[in-house]
Nanobody
Framework: QLQLVESGGGLVQPGGSLRLSCAAS????????IGWFRQAPGKEREGVSC????????YYGDSVKGRFTISRDNAKNTVYLQMNSLKPEDTAVYYC?????????????????????WGQGTQVTVSS
């Protein structure tokens, strides 16, 4: 059964860092695009960062560009989201999602949330 499990969330002070992990069970990351999305209370789900299979091209939303880094380890079947210089407005539940996508761009994958598989989410709270 295809499954995504996020981990790494928590409480951090402004300016701090966290690394989220998305363990993808029974996925071949070469064929799947992985997206990190977040949703804060009262707000719409937002595409944070995406990485596609094959060449591993990446995309970042404007609100996180320069602070977040997405990466993947095919040997561990895991995608990471390194979050630095965190701000209170980064507070949200973060989800990873997967969709088989052989011909696409990372930006296109972050422009929608119509993914086939979703993790359970992990809470990130940035507060002093």
């Amino acid at each position: 059964q295809l499954q995504l499990v996020e981990s790494g969330g928590g409480l951090v002070q402004p300016g701090g860092s966290l690394r989220l992990s998305c363990a993808a069970s029974k996925f071949n990351l070469d064929y799947y695009a992985i997206g990190w999305f977040r949703q804060a209370p009262g707000k719409e789900r937002e595409g944070v960062s995406c990485i596609i299979g094959g060449d591993g091209s990446t995309y970042y939303g404007d609100s996180v560009k320069g602070r977040f880094t997405i990466s993947r380890d095919n040997a561990k079947n895991t995608v990471y989201l390194q979050m630095n210089s965190l701000k209170p407005e980064d507070t949200a539940v973060y989800y990873c999602a997967a969709e088989m996508a052989l011909v696409t761009t990372a930006q296109a994958m972050c422009s929608h949330s119509d993914y086939d598989y979703w993790g359970q989410g992990t809470q990130v709270t940035v507060s002093s």
